[in-house]
């Protein structure tokens, strides 16, 4: 069911934890959906330098987690808010149709992390280009 | 490479055909191949076979050999039941009744049946997953034709109330039927004595082969046929039998029903030290399901913080193969129908792992789950938000 990547981010998470004096923090997702992500970010210089996750959820919530810090460590801030779902699906070498919603959940908690940083900094947060709804959305490709 | 251990949790899903099984079997896939409804002599050893068959499945129910059909397992059974049922007694009424926590082949065909203008009463159940008699008995009208109550529930085990179920449908002269897939083995099963009319079993889930299964049709009820063709199974249901199949599951059936007492002592034995063992090893954990009147096999517990289908993938990297009421696993983004049906929150649904345990598990297996499981829980509630903000709340803990 899943690619070989979704499994060894699964089963060797990157950047798994906390960073108790985060300069942003976002969390999306709820556990009515079963699903909960939580990105902690160290910014320096409008650099990420450090990425951390808590997730509660399935293996492709947990691989998109890891494959979504690993994606945006060392990036600028806008090159990580550029990080789409789409991206964390290919770098995991694909995600089953019913599992997307959790590539687009780390795509929204990188977004809600970085305006959290925003904010705490006097910062207009950034717009959602495209506002997707991770939960109960059901793809049309159900295999 | 080592051969990775394997510890098979999952008897609810399926079980390894016996071995005496599948001895009986092989002479009828190729040198006793055929036709029953034939008339030469190797054809008539074809026929003599299912019939053998046919009076081990009525013996292990009680009933009378012309009372047994043979299918291709339980979903057709449940479909026949049911569709058979409602369209030919339609003149009589257009309400069948069936609880909230049954199997996808009943409520599905049920669903179906509602978009074709029948009514449904889905009863709901307690917190440990049984219906009570007075909501049946408050749903029952005069349009009623059939109940359709689960014996077992295959995630949570709790065992139906059986017996009153057919006093009430038969006392208002309603037929009852009841999807046994759960419970053939497990549970002492007669149609007589239990008021049963219609019964679902399939014989992959006693150690029998895939593909094949039984309805049990009192005589005198009123169905329509499900399978329009030959004549086999006197008229009611066509298709060329299953031959090597029924045989697998008449030999199932008698193994499983003859020492079932003493086999189920051992396998509930077996699952009750794994629960005693997850309740004094792991912390924030409820079992779901009836704590006494449930399947011997079976266990349903929910772990607080973490989610059922990440449980799985870590048991899987050791060997342990095991189910969940998670949404993730399901196919859909919503958790079990079942669960949400005895009243856990969804998040508590998201966390639940069913292990059912069969004959072939040892008191080593129990351990090695013990060892791995405990393990497995910690690992997922140090990645879990949830877990995290708890012990903010109870820092000491």
Known sequence: MYSEKVMDHFMNPRNQGDISDADGVGEVGNPTCGDIMRIFLTVKDNIITDVKFQTFGCGAAVASSSMATELIKGKTLEEAWDVTNMAVAEALEGLPPIKM?????????????INDYRIKNGLEPWEEKNPKSHCHEIPDTVS | MT??????????????????????????????????????????????????????????????????????????????????????????GNHIITSAIEHHAVLHTVEYLER??????????????????????????????????MFANNEIGTIEPVAEIGKVCRERGIYFHTDAVQAIGNVPIDVQ???????????????GPKGVGALYIRKGVRIDNFLHGGGQE???????????????????????????DERNRRVQALRDRILAGILEQIPY??????????????????????????????????GICASTGSACTSGTLEPSHVLLAIGLPAETAHGSLRLTLG????????????????????????????????????PHV
């Not at chain 1, 959940?105 to 990188?110: P, S, T």
């Not at chain 2, 390894?16 to 008539?44: C, H």
């Not at chain 2, 006197?234 to 079932?260: F, H, Y």
């Not at chain 2, 009836?290 to 399947?295: S, V, W």
Request: aromatic residues 6%.
């Open chain 1, 101 to 113: 919603h959790c590539s687009v959940l780390a795509e929204e908690g990188i977004h809600q992390a």
């Open chain 2, 285 to 318: 954990v409820r079992l779901n399901g009836h704590p006494e009147k449930r399947l011997p096999g079976n266990l349903n517990i929910s772990f607080d913080f973490i989610e059922g289908e990440s449980i799985l993938l870590l048991l899987d990297h050791f």
């Open chain 2, 3 to 92: 051969a990775k251990r394997i510890v098979y949790m999952d008897h609810s899903a399926t079980t390894a055909t016996a071995q005496e099984v599948v001895d009986v079997m092989v002479p009828w896939i190729r040198k006793g191949f055929g036709n029953p409804s034939s008339l030469y002599s190797i054809a008539r050893e074809s026929k003599k076979v299912v019939e053998e068959a046919r009076a081990n499945v009525a013996s292990a129910l009680g009933s009378h050999p012309d009372e047994i059909y043979f299918t291709s397992g339980g979903t057709e059974s449940d479909n026949w039941a049911i569709k058979g049922v409602a369209y030919a007694n339609r003149k009589k």
């Open chain 2, 193 to 207: 004595a239990l008021q049963i009319d219609l019964l679902s079993l399939s014989a992959h889930k006693f150690y």
């Open chain 2, 359 to 394: 004959q072939e598990n040892t008191d080593e297996d129990v351990d090695y789950v013990l060892m791995h499981l405990q393990t497995v829980v910690q690992r997922l509630r140090e990645m879990s938000p949830l877990y995290a903000d708890h012990l903010k709340r109870v």
């Open chain 2, 234 to 260: 006197r008229r009611k249901r066509a298709g060329t039998e299953n031959v090597a199949g029924i045989v697998g599951l008449g030999c199932a059936i008698e193994m499983a029903v003859s020492d079932m």
């Open chain 2, 116 to 149: 074709q203008g029948f009514e449904i009463t889905y009863l709901p159940v307690d917190e440990t997953g049984q219906i009570r008699i007075d909501d049946l008995k408050a749903a029952i009208t005069e349009k009623t034709i059939l109940v359709s109550i």
